[in-house]
């Protein structure tokens, strides 16, 4: 069964909350704000900015072959195998963009020629840029998005809705078309969230390379998706996406073949960065200390020895612990001012202190937190005429403790009492000031 989800025409305005015109079938500025030559799209060789560039037709073309369908984890790819026709694609355009508190997200596909037939396109959207074992498609894992692109009332209305991969469950339930799981789930709704349409007379691309190009009537379709109140992704969230294809499927049925791809791009930059910590003792050379304890703070820095105080409270966002190479990282965090705090410390290491961190979009902070060494003083005091320990006051750093009067078990006090290092005798009853350097 497809479910057939309502789209908007040209003469519609623009999706609510977006200044970018979905609805117009072209690729230039009109009375809009917003449209693919205005975004910053950049497609010349060797860059990846939001467009993917397909093979040129012919034999060194690649597509999926041996009816792979949408529900094979690993589509099967041939080269050389697409006609000329209306499955044969040539560029596709996405971008994310916030607006207005909410996450939009764009799409364009582009192909050879005029369709005899219906032909619908899939975006897929992996959290993955591991390669699969064709060495081209990502490794898919729950929660990836495929998003339809399918074209209804003689392929000129767009219908949009979206499929997310399940690993788990009761096919029967599950899954949208496939008999085992993993699978595509079923079908969720777009209606109310998109605009979408294609071009119904010719237009022309002016995004390089080889521009100006004009596309005949029906080789251009593009969407504006509210992500956001599509339920897809929270505001304000981290890119959930690593990269991003386009597909052509050979009708609006899911268990149709899939045709023609271009291979996946990055699917954007995130809007998150990452902190790195690294915790090293003062040993020279350095070594790594593991089980060390990070809590994130936003905003706020400690004062006066406590995080915060009442006027500013400090917010815990997460924790990591370092492990044996001494490393531990804070992923995915939205840009903005932190501190980073030690809030556990390896056994004989002083706590190291705070750190602040300014992170920024896709940016990544590197922190070295050192642990100073802890050492023991032990002081002995022994009567020279018989080895015999005489307890007495000893002050290290303004702090009096008393010295051993016996020996623990298994030692004798004529033992220690034997110790060589620093030793010194013929000293009387009274002070004697000492000074302990511990050297680095």
């Known amino acids: ?27 230039i500025v009109n009375d809009e704000a917003q449209d693919w030559a205005s975004i910053g799209i950049v497609c010349p060789p060797g860059t990846v900015l939001g467009c993917g560039i397909d093979k040129p037709t012919g034999q060194t073309d690649d597509s999926f072959g041996n009816g792979t369908k949408e529900d094979d984890a690993v589509p099967t790819v041939i080269d050389g195998s697409i006609p000329n ?3 044969d694609l040539l560029r596709f355009y996405t971008r994310l963009m916030p607006e207005n508190g909410d996450d939009f997200l764009y799409l364009a596909w582009e192909r050879v020629q005029e369709p005899n037939g219906t032909t619908n396109m899939d975006f897929e959207f992996n959290k993955s840029k591991d390669l699969s074992d064709n060495g081209v498609t990502p490794v898919r894992s729950a929660g990836d998005v495929l998003i339809k692109y399918d074209l209804s009332q003689g392929g000129v209305n767009p219908v949009l809705g979206y499929h997310l991969w399940v690993t788990s469950g009761d096919p029967r339930v599950v899954c949208q078309a496939s008999n085992t799981v993993p699978c595509w789930d079923k079908v969720h709704t777009l209606t109310g969230f998109f605009e979408g349409s294609i071009n119904t007379a010719p237009v022309t691309d002016p995004i390089a390379p080889n521009a100006p190009r004009t596309l005949s009537t029906r080789t251009f379709g593009e969407a504006a998706i509210n992500l956001t109140d599509a339920g897809l992704i929270p505001s304000g969230a981290c890119l959930p996406f690593a990269s991003a294809y386009l597909k052509s499927r050979s009708s609006d049925s899911f268990t149709s073949a899939v045709k023609d791809f271009i291979a996946p791009i990055s699917a954007g930059e995130s809007r998150c960065g990452t902190i790195n910590v690294i915790k090293q003792d003062d040993d020279s050379p350095a070594s790594a200390l593991q089980g060390a304890v990070f809590t994130l703070y936003k905003d706020n820095a400690p004062v006066g020895g406590t995080l915060g105080t009442e006027d500013t409270p400090v917010v815990p966002e997460t924790t990591c612990t370092t492990g044996a190479d001494g490393k531990c990282s804070f992923a995915n965090i939205p840009v903005g001012n932190y501190w980073v705090v030690e809030t556990t410390t390896p056994a004989g290491h002083d706590t190291a202190d705070p750190q602040q961190a300014v992170v920024g979009a896709g940016g990544t902070v590197a922190l070295t937190f050192i642990n100073p060494r802890d050492f023991k003083v032990i002081v002995l005091v022994c009567k020279e005429a018989d080895n015999s320990l005489y307890p007495s006051t000893v002050t290290v750093d303004g702090a009096d403790k008393t010295s051993l009067a016996a020996a623990p078990s298994g030692l004798t006090a004529a033992q220690l009492c034997g110790l060589g290092g620093a030793a010194y005798g013929d000293l009387s009853y009274g002070d004697h000031p000492a000074n302990v350097n511990i050297p680095q």
């Open 1 to 27: 069964m497809v479910l057939l989800l309502s789209g908007t025409t040209a003469a519609q305005a623009n999706l609510a909350g977006s200044s970018f015109d979905a609805g117009d079938g072209n690729l």
């Open 85 to 87: 026709n209306k499955s």
